[in-house]
């Protein structure tokens, strides 16, 4: 059954990829759609199966390879964490490849695009099934390059080629630190199975290990390495700036990669591996902190963004920080409920908001919308449901999942635990006001589009045209106030984004004069998910963190300080537990007041704080920072190697020089080939008189002397 569950995609993807072209795109989609459908049934079985009695198991598959004492085996670790993670990525990756069936219904290059979306599924089954951190980096390293894949599908988009390479680069940093977490895991343990590293890693308590200089506590400094793998994968503060930029991608790859798969995998890692954190309470600190910081930096971006799939994308980036705040103070439970329930509402956003999109023409910018609720009421109606969950609103899977996680960071005793609960805290106010403003700007109000996106089918000739140069001025113009290029989406520095000119899927239907709702393929995975939205929490609850847990982990998570918090959560005083339900209520007012009843407010507040606003607009300038810091070197340091090291002395003085050299002589060698006797009667005589003058100095040999 578990071979069933990993393999199954990666056959769908090699039949889509290697065959497309034979079979043709209908069948591509409808191969690759049925393996994943396949391996979700199988996976849900297996999730009941394993839950039922916490129990644990280790599938072998083959031997990968042995170098001395190294020896790594292919195998599946099959445990309750495990089964939560193939439920949510197979789950979710079916559903996404079912809506892309709709919405990339015109693309020429759809066999491509699923057999991209199934190779992604395959690398991230890889990495949760891990036995070991070898297989573990295998996938994690697979997702990486998928991810860079469907970032760039639209590869004719130089947009779409830089974020690709942004996202696959700003991994590799955090990747590196991964990396050498899995050295020093090796050398302190002398195994990279998870097994035999927990059973040693106890007697490493107190050891210690010389690096850069210093003597580090051993396990400290390889769980803050195995971290910064953690922090770039699933784009923590500093680490965080490909997120955004992966937007370039089609919708169903934003859902896919930051709903349930890629940006989880780093929560996942460090529940996986929760025994050796464990050991290292400071690097648990260093979690913690980190985690709240996230939450609180990007819902204070997400204020602020115009486009609909950025505004989630941000929102994606702060829930993972209350995930890493769970797991940081030792409440691994409420971490990963948190990721089970925020893949159901996440990918309902992210889906809805490509329902939008379609509707609206691949129009992106939230101030040329308004009043959509009229027209497309089944997909207003579903984000209304993934809005509610995502703000925590009670009885909806993120009331769970991520009050218990606020209630925790207030519970612990963790340093830095008071940072971690007050940031979540005021970010569950930021979230619930984006949230609203989002569906206010997109749902309510004015019809901007009539002037703004409405275009007909014969106006698609203008998008085509300007869609790849036209920027805007309302990069930095108020809140709510519409774009200045008709038509066209951009992101908040006025590029374009998904221009027309660049997939035949942006193409306006014949239909395209007003927003329609979208085909049955797209709204039955956004029904599906809402009811995960609305009921995972209430029915998965007492498994995950209530009465059941301690039969449901079993052994999959420590039983150490992680249930000790888990009880102090039910001592939390009423306040704290009323907090989040305070912050989304005042979120919503807030909201309302500004974007139903007040709507040039926005516009009014803008232009008072223009240096808060610009600097919130630009993500902290954290681009521009590591822009000077870090890119322009690199280039101009690139730049002098080629021009100078490589082309000017290596080339030079090497394969350039020796070649130019040897024209040279030739060139010169020619001139003596003239065509006239008396100039080779004079060559000759020359050497004639050459041969004589030498054997006149050297001697006669055998003569007198």
């Not at 639209?154 to 830089?162: C, D, G």
């Not at 908040?492 to 709702?517: F, L, N, Q, R």
Request: hydrophobic share 50%.
């Amino acid at each position: 059954m578990y071979h069933a569950i990993v393999f199954f995609p990666l056959i769908g993807a090699l039949i889509a990829g290697l065959f497309g072209r034979l079979i043709g795109a209908r069948m591509s989609e409808l191969v690759t759609t049925g393996c994943l459908a396949f391996a979700a049934l199988l996976s849900w079985g297996a999730f009941f199966l394993v839950t039922g009695d916490g129990r644990a198991e280790t599938v072998p598959v083959a031997q990968w390879f042995s170098a001395g004492d190294l020896v790594v085996d292919w195998a599946f670790k099959v445990d309750t964490l495990t089964a939560v993670m193939l439920v949510v990525v197979t789950s979710v990756s079916t559903l996404v490849h079912l809506y892309s069936i709709g919405y990339m219904h015109e693309d020429p290059h759809r066999p491509r695009f699923f057999a991209y979306l199934s190779l992604f599924t395959f690398a991230m089954l890889m990495l949760v099934t891990a036995d070991n951190l070898v297989q573990m980096f295998f996938g994690w390293e697979g997702v990486g390059l998928a991810s860079y894949l469907l970032i760039g599908f639209w590869y004719e988009k130089p947009s779409a080629n830089a974020a690709a390479m942004k996202a696959f680069i700003v991994n590799r940093v955090g990747d590196f630190g991964f990396s050498l977490g899995i050295f020093l895991v090796f050398v302190l343990t002398g195994s990279v199975g998870f097994e035999a590293i927990f059973a040693k890693a106890p007697e490493l308590k107190d050891a210690t290990f010389y690096f850069l200089g210093h003597d580090w506590h051993a396990l400290t400094l390889a769980c803050l390495l195995l971290f910064m793998g953690a922090m770039g994968k699933s784009a923590q503060f500093l680490l965080h700036t490909w997120l955004p930029d992966a937007m370039e991608g089609p919708t169903p790859v934003s859902a896919l990669i930051h709903a349930a798969t890629m940006v989880t995998a780093g929560v996942f890692m460090v529940a996986r591996l929760s025994p050796l954190f464990e050991l290292a309470p400071t690097a648990l600190t260093v979690v913690t902190v980190i985690g709240g910081i996230t939450a609180f930096f990007a819902a204070t971006v997400g204020l602020v963004q115009n486009d609909i799939k950025r505004v989630i994308a941000y929102s994606t980036c702060s829930q993972l920080g209350y995930m890493f705040v769970g797991l940081g103070v030792g409440a691994y439970a409420t971490g990963v409920f948190h990721l089970f329930t925020h893949a159901f509402f996440k990918a309902l956003l992210f889906l809805g908001a490509g329902s939008v999109i379609h509707a609206m023409h691949h129009e992106q910018d939230m101030r040329n919308m308004g009043g959509l609720r009229r027209y497309i009421p089944f997909t207003t109606a579903m984000m209304t449901i993934g809005t509610i969950a995502l703000i925590g609103f009670p009885f909806t899977s993120g009331y769970y999942s991520k009050d218990a996680i606020i209630e925790a960071a207030y519970m612990s005793d963790r340093p830095g635990h008071v940072l971690a609960f007050l940031a979540t805290v005021i970010a569950a106010l930021m979230t619930s006001f984006y949230s609203w403003r989002l569906f206010f700007l997109t749902f309510e109000g004015p019809q901007r589009w009539v002037a703004h996106g409405a275009h007909g089918h014969d106006d698609h000739a203008h998008d085509h045209a300007h869609a790849a140069t036209a920027h805007t001025a309302s990069s930095h113009q108020a809140d709510g106030a519409p774009g200045h290029h008709e038509g066209v989406a951009h992101d908040d520095k006025g590029h374009d984004v998904e221009p027309a000119s660049h997939s035949a899927i942006e193409h306006h239907d014949d239909h395209a004069h007003t927003p329609h709702e979208s085909p049955l393929v797209m709204t039955i995975p956004l029904a599906i998910l809402a009811f995960g939205a609305l009921f995972a929490g209430l029915i998965f609850k007492e498994r995950f963190i209530g009465h059941d847990m301690d039969k449901f982990w079993g052994h999959a998570l420590p039983h150490g300080s992680g249930n000790d918090i888990m009880h102090k959560i039910h001592d939390a005083p009423g306040w704290v537990a009323a907090s989040p339900f305070v912050m989304l209520v005042l979120g919503f007012l807030l909201a309302f007041w500004m974007y139903i009843r007040r709507p040039d407010m926005p516009h009014r507040l803008a232009e008072s704080q223009p240096i808060l606003y610009r600097f919130l607009l630009n993500k902290w300038y954290f681009d521009e920072i590591y822009d000077r810091i870090f890119v322009r070197p690199a280039k101009n340091f690139g730049l002098f190697l080629w021009k100078e090291g490589d082309g000017r002395i290596i080339d030079g003085f090497g394969p350039n020089g020796i070649s130019a050299r040897v024209v040279d002589i030739t060139r010169g060698v020619v001139r003596l080939q003239t065509g006239y006797v008396y100039h080779y009667a004079f060559v000759m005589l020359v050497g004639v008189a050459g041969l004589i003058t030498w054997y006149l100095v050297s001697g006669v040999p055998g003569g007198t002397h």
